[in-house]
């Protein structure tokens, strides 16, 4: 959800352009194209780190970082009619509109979304494990290694990672703010790592688990928050996330692999291997494929902007659409260099 505040000065822009308009009758604008300022080496899809060379970027915990934003030019209009500002946010966020398969190796495969580069064929220190898409930069993504290495593509901001720094637990998932300035990774014995405008609610790290944490969601306003997932379903909750309930101590066909939040913040689902869905407080159920028969274990899921729908990816790239999410295509027939671990909206 996006707010948008108009303060006094913008609210005089309007009137102040309306009588610029009615004593000049014309203005005429000119301006020259202006590249967005970038540090790349050509021939890659990732960032010049400063000092490192093409390497990985680092601060403060766990995920190499770096990406090359793409080049942008924008002119200066010609007439004086004014339009409303932009909205802020990124339209291909939904799933509904299309998504990408992110696989192991950094390879990505994309369906009725934008292409922005990737890390197949790239060598890597240790294998992706979580992506996710930036909300604010059209068709900007990441991907979060299991060593903290954090990659960014398509003009998503670099905030720092993990890549390089000792870790008591591999990553196991990542996710990015809703105002897309920074990004929390999370390690197997639940250890938060918060970068840029992510804030640190509070962790797992050094406290018992019965199993180690599979993953994590963001609260969807402000960032003021985010739930973690064990294997055994246990969820722990932060911020001003609320606990809606677990499988906590409950019987399991399979471990619980990744989660995603409701998009009013007041609920969550969870899927197992076997794509079995759980779904608490305002998370409802549309179906699962728990029970039938797969070809590859599930590994993630992701829900619809409107809640009313989710899909699920198999580790072949294998698609199951519930609810209101579309289906625009899969890997599932596809030989694959590595297996997909998570499906980025």
Not at 48 to 53: D, I
Not at 142 to 166: L, Q
Request: charged share 10%; hydrophobic share 40%.
């Amino acid at each position: 959800m996006t707010f948008v505040r108009r303060n006094p000065l913008q609210a005089a822009v309007g009137p102040l352009l309306a009588v610029g308009l009615i004593v000049s009758a014309v203005v005429a604008g000119s301006g020259s194209l202006r590249n967005a300022a970038t540090s790349c080496t050509p021939g890659y899809d990732y960032g010049y780190q400063p000092g490192l060379g093409l390497t990985y970027g680092y601060a403060y915990d766990a995920i190499y970082g770096y990406g090359c934003p793409s080049t942008t030019t924008t002119a200066a209009p010609t007439t004086a009619a004014t339009s409303p500002p932009p909205p802020v946010g990124n339209p291909d966020r939904r799933l509904e509109d299309g998504y990408c398969l992110v696989a192991n190796d950094g390879g990505v495969f994309c369906f009725s979304d934008n292409f922005n580069g990737s890390l197949g064929g790239k060598p890597l220190n240790s294998p992706i494990v979580a992506a996710d898409v930036s909300p604010n930069v059209p068709n900007a993504y990441y991907m979060f290694a299991a060593d903290g290495g954090v990659f960014a593509f398509g003009g998503a901001g670099f905030f720092g990672s993990m890549g390089g720094k000792p870790l008591n637990k591999p990553i196991v998932g990542g996710r990015v703010t809703p105002d897309g300035g920074g990004y929390w990774l999370v390690a197997s014995d639940g250890g938060i790592f918060s970068f840029g405008t992510a804030r640190f609610f509070g962790s797992m790290g050094g406290k018992p688990l019965n199993k180690p944490i599979t993953g994590m969601a963001q609260h969807p306003l402000f960032g003021s928050g985010y739930w973690l997932v064990a294997s055994d379903g246990g969820i722990f909750s932060f911020g001003v996330s609320t606990f809606f309930g677990s499988m906590g101590g409950k019987p399991l066909n399979a471990p619980i692999t990744k989660m995603d939040a409701t998009p009013d913040g007041l609920g969550y689902w969870f899927v197992a291997t076997d794509g079995g869905i759980f779904a608490f407080g305002s998370a409802k159920f549309f179906g699962s494929m728990g029970g039938k028969k797969l070809n590859k274990p599930v590994v993630s899921m992701r829900a619809t902007s409107t809640g009313n729908g989710y899909g699920l990816v198999a580790s072949d790239g294998g698609m199951f659409m519930f609810g209101d999410a579309p289906f625009f295509g899969s890997t599932g027939s596809l030989v694959l260099n590595a297996p997909i671990v998570d499906l980025k909206p």
